[in-house]
């Protein structure tokens, strides 16, 4: 009885074993970074203001409940909280709370900073 339990987890580990195969090893693909706009197609008004007015005015838009934190109020009030900004939302992503930017949004993002905060 024993000899038989032995052999039935013998095989059972070699049918796992044989069900990986190497084709299913090289399927699986390594992500690939999202590649950004070019610097010149993102500015506050093409993108930055959009973005804000959709994801962050409803908290920090002015009457709202972190407008005491930072309100939203245009290219101004954006470049004037700028490392702030960049540091919730890019580096430590505890911004937008109860939500997330994509990759494509946060690529923007940083171009749009490393571009220098451009209005147009």
């Not at 993108?47 to 959709?54: A, E, H």
Request: net charge positive.
């Amino acid at each position: 009885m024993r000899k038989l339990i032995i052999i039935a987890i013998v095989s059972i580990f070699y049918l796992i074993m044989a069900s990986c195969s190497k084709r299913q090893a090289e399927e699986i693909q390594p992500d690939v970074p999202v590649p950004g706009p070019p610097a010149s197609a993102v500015s506050y008004s093409t993108f930055v203001s959009p973005l804000l007015q959709s994801r962050c005015a409803g908290c920090h838009g002015a009457g709202r409940s972190a407008a005491g934190i930072w309100t939203f109020n245009g290219h101004a009030s954006v470049v004037s909280s700028a490392a702030r900004i960049r540091s919730s939302v890019l580096v430590n992503k505890t911004m937008p709370r109860g939500g997330t930017l994509s990759a494509a949004e946060l690529s923007s993002l940083q171009t749009w900073f490393d571009s220098g905060l451009p209005n147009n």
